[in-house]
């Protein structure tokens, strides 16, 4: 099983969300043309191939989740992958790939809201709007577009499958 991206924990918000800030941390990236519902498994590829070895020193990198996918507009995403923790974009190999890139995302506070079952977009969709809501009644400014994470891989049943809608937010003022 893959790590998980590390984050603190900050509070509980209704209906199962919650608050959370992530550190700084390192990601492989890769801008894919598609439906949202086909677009995180086009850019899987690419990503794969940079952390099996397809890099400048044919590092082998561990697989870690979840898989992010941020919607950028029509049929626009990027797709990533974090590195381990400690990794930093001076750390990682040069990718093979020129669709590939890797950058920093510096720490920000996040809302998060977890939802089960297959990938879909009305599924996404209906989970982010309830996370939106939520947001609006606790007073959190969202400062970013709402983007998505996938953390189990496709051979999981669907309703045993972890998914989350995250949107950053202003870092709460209590």
Same mark, same amino acid.
């Given at each position: *099983?893959?790590?998980?991206?590390?984050?603190?924990? %900050?509070?509980?918000?209704?209906?199962?969300? /919650?608050?959370? +800030?992530?550190?700084?941390?390192?990601?492989?990236?890769? /801008?894919?043309?598609?439906?949202?519902?086909? =677009?995180?498994?086009?850019?899987?590829?690419?990503?794969?191939? @940079?952390? !099996?070895?397809?890099?400048?020193? =044919?590092?082998?990198? =561990? *697989?870690?989740?979840?898989?992010?996918?941020?919607?950028?507009?029509?049929?626009?995403?990027? %797709?990533?992958?974090?590195?381990?923790?400690? *990794?930093?974009?001076? /750390?990682? #190999?040069? #990718?093979?790939?020129?669709?590939?890139?890797?950058?920093?995302?510096?720490?920000?506070?996040?809302?998060? +809201?977890?939802?089960?079952? !297959? $990938?879909?977009?009305?599924?996404? *969709?209906?989970?982010? =709007?309830?996370?939106? /809501?939520?947001?609006?009644?606790?007073?959190?400014?969202?400062?970013?577009?709402?983007? @998505?994470?996938?953390?189990?891989?496709? $051979?999981? #049943?669907? +309703?045993?499958?972890?998914?989350?809608?995250? %949107?950053?937010?202003?870092? #709460?003022?209590?």
């Amino acid at each position: *099983m893959a790590k998980a991206q590390p984050f603190t924990f %900050i509070e509980s918000l209704p209906h199962g969300a /919650d608050l959370r +800030l992530y550190p700084a941390h390192t990601l492989i990236s890769v /801008d894919i043309r598609g439906d949202f519902g086909t =677009a995180g498994v086009r850019g899987f590829g690419p990503l794969i191939s @940079y952390i !099996s070895g397809s890099n400048s020193t =044919a590092q082998k990198i =561990a *697989m870690t989740s979840p898989v992010v996918q941020a919607p950028r507009g029509g049929e626009d995403h990027t %797709i990533s992958f974090v590195l381990p923790e400690g *990794m930093s974009p001076g /750390d990682a #190999p040069v #990718p093979e790939d020129s669709r590939v890139t890797v950058h920093e995302e510096g720490p920000r506070h996040v809302a998060a +809201l977890r939802f089960s079952g !297959s $990938w879909n977009t009305r599924r996404a *969709m209906e989970e982010t =709007a309830k996370l939106s /809501d939520i947001l609006q009644v606790q007073g959190l400014t969202p400062v970013g577009e709402p983007f @998505y994470g996938r953390f189990d891989p496709p $051979w999981v #049943p669907g +309703l045993l499958r972890h998914n989350e809608v995250l %949107i950053p937010v202003a870092a #709460p003022s209590h």
